[in-house]
């Protein structure tokens, strides 16, 4: 069965991979964060752990010099699945998951939230729509806590946002199209620091790729909400390429203005994975796209 492995890159190569689960039952879907001490924060969904051993849950495990005690951030008797994680200026771990068997509609399913601080909180859920899917989270420079997911809206599935609040969260819809969108993927990293500033940190607000379908055709988008009310800018910019799906944000870099000049997103196309390096010029405060650069990715 699948189990999770780890393996890290230094300017001499790979080091030696290391196992995060050695278990007999399968593990799968891993994300993983680093906090500002470089430490490595893994989450994952799998079964044989805790009491519902045959249902899918949410683990973590954190490694300083060495693997530390695995976490139990689920043991439900429903699937909990789709996890993602950040980590915020004190350290704290956020996590989000699609779950089955959560109110106020524990029937579908939801969209689900916990943090960490020095122990795991109470779990939290994020949607109030009957079905949400792909969920992806961010933490801006102010430690709010963004998700963006996808969700049935009308005919189409379309992507929602929700932000954490001090009691409760509060969502909006972000495409509110005819045609669906799915899988996006949040902008976030605390690393590196550049100038003092941590470019994959976003100073408000929240930005995330996923793959749009326009006019019957699979492309990938970006948006940025710090665009949205300004004046002649739009928040959502279409990528330019058809035929890709499933993109993930990586990282970006800053121009001299501090400004988001370069997106790097890996996706896949229809037979291959390739690695894309979006490069957005600023003139007079309008994003305008230069140009694409494509490679195998490693």
């Known amino acids: 069965m699948p189990n999770i492995q780890y393996r890290e890159r230094t300017s001499t190569g790979w080091q030696t991979q290391e196992s995060v689960t050695d278990a007999a039952d399968g ?31 949410v683990q973590y495990r954190k490694r300083t010099t060495a693997w530390q005690t695995q976490e139990a951030v689920t043991d439900s008797p ?29 029937g579908g399913i939801s969209i689900v939230y916990r943090k960490r601080t020095t122990a795991w909180q109470t779990t939290e859920t994020v949607t109030l729509q009957p079905s949400g899917e792909s969920p992806s989270i961010s933490v801006d420079r102010s430690d709010a806590v963004h998700v963006v997911w996808s969700s049935l809206s009308g005919e189409a ?31 976030w990293a605390l ?32 948006y940025w909400s710090a665009n949205r009310g300004r004046m002649g800018l739009r928040p959502d910019r279409s990528l330019g390429l058809a035929g890709w799906i499933r ?19 890996i996706f896949l196309p229809a037979r291959s994975l390739r690695f894309s390096t979006r490069r957005i010029r600023t003139v007079l405060g309008v994003r305008r796209a230069r140009r694409w650069s494509l490679r195998p990715a490693p």
């Open 157 to 187: 599935i379309n992507i929602v946002h929700a932000q954490r609040g001090v009691s409760s969260w509060t969502s909006d819809l972000v495409t509110g199209l005819s045609e669906s969108q799915q899988y996006p993927s949040t902008l």
């Open 247 to 265: 993109p993930r944000t990586l990282s970006v870099s800053c121009g001299t203005r501090r400004e988001m000049t370069t997106i790097r997103v």
């Open 78 to 106: 429903s699937s909990q699945w789709n996890a993602s994680l950040a980590v915020d200026s004190a350290g704290s771990l956020h996590v989000v998951w699609n779950g089955v068997g959560w109110a106020p509609n524990p």
């Open 27 to 57: 593990q799968e879907a891993p994300a993983v964060a680093l906090d500002a001490g470089n430490n490595i924060h893994v989450i994952w969904s799998g079964y044989g752990w805790g009491v519902n051993r045959s249902s899918l849950n």
């Open 191 to 222: 690393h590196p620091t550049v100038v003092g500033v941590k470019p994959n940190v976003l100073s408000t607000g929240y930005a995330f790729v996923w793959t749009a379908m326009e006019g019957g055709v699979l492309k990938v988008k970006h």
